[in-house]
């Protein structure tokens, strides 16, 4: 399927491994020109060599400054960004009675000032131009807060309200926002999580996985390219009509509509 694409210029935020670096292969799969992006400069360089079109450059949000940085090198290299995909590491552990005040303002900081800072500086641009996507790789604890990350849960529903707001406001000009939220999909991420699950509770590395996927209605883990996928179709000419929502990459896990 030609997603209507090809010649667009993309940035994807933390795309040097996992579900970034997933959807930013699927772009470039279908011509558009990417700017890879993460702390692993090494790393973000050697992607873009694997595929036409593409530049790598490090970055770290995180740092003072650094979204700006990060957009005007991704500017400098490919043009104006039409699709934008906001992209990042949660916060810490931790329960809601755990939190401080300083805890929920970093959360909060990394996870919808950073990203808002990347959606204003492109979105005059795809607005005077008529055509723009922003997606956000989210998490689904959006949908339904997962037990332990209050901290993830609290700064992605943030963001999540900030893109819900934004779509309905821009809906009109040609520009969507949305967030498409994994599941357990097999990354590097995934796989230390199911190692720590098996020296923690003293069984095997294949039990723990095991027992991972035996949770998941689909029966198995979701694949990095079936995700990036995915953010890809979201990101193209034919879903100029899906805005302002969340759709789920997760073989049925989560227990809600």
């Not at 997606?135 to 999540?160: D, E, M, Q």
């Not at 590395?205 to 949770?215: I, V, Y």
């Amino acid at each position: 399927m030609d997603l209507g694409i090809s010649g667009r210029n993309a940035l994807v935020c933390a795309s040097t491994g996992g579900l970034g670096e997933a959807t930013a292969r699927a772009l470039a799969a279908d011509g558009v020109n990417v700017a890879i992006s993460g702390r692993r400069g090494d790393r973000a360089k050697a992607i873009a060599e694997e595929l036409p079109g593409a530049v790598g450059i490090e970055a770290d949000l995180t740092a003072e400054g650094g979204a700006e940085r990060l957009l005007q090198e991704a500017t400098a290299a490919l043009g104006e960004i039409d699709i934008l995909v906001l992209n990042g590491p949660g916060p810490r552990p931790g329960t809601a009675s755990e939190m401080t005040p300083e805890d929920s303002a970093d959360a909060v900081s990394n996870l919808l000032l950073v990203q808002q800072k990347l959606v204003r500086g492109v979105l005059p641009g795809m607005r005077e131009r008529g055509w723009g996507r922003i997606l956000s790789i989210a998490s689904s604890g959006v949908a339904a807060p997962i037990t332990g990350l209050a901290l993830s849960n609290i700064g992605r529903s943030a963001l999540a309200a900030y893109l819900k707001s934004l779509a309905t406001e821009i809906a009109d000009e040609g520009v969507t926002a949305n967030l498409l939220l994994p599941g357990r999909i097999a990354t590097d991420r995934l796989t230390a999580l199911d190692t720590a699950t098996s020296e923690r509770e003293g069984i095997s590395f294949d039990e723990a996985r095991a027992r991972g996927e035996a949770a998941i209605p689909a029966g198995r883990y979701g694949q990095p390219a079936e995700f990036g996928a995915s953010a890809a179709f979201l990101c193209s000419a034919h879903a100029g009509y899906i805005t302002g929502t969340m759709l789920r990459c997760d073989g049925g896990l989560v227990p809600t509509l």
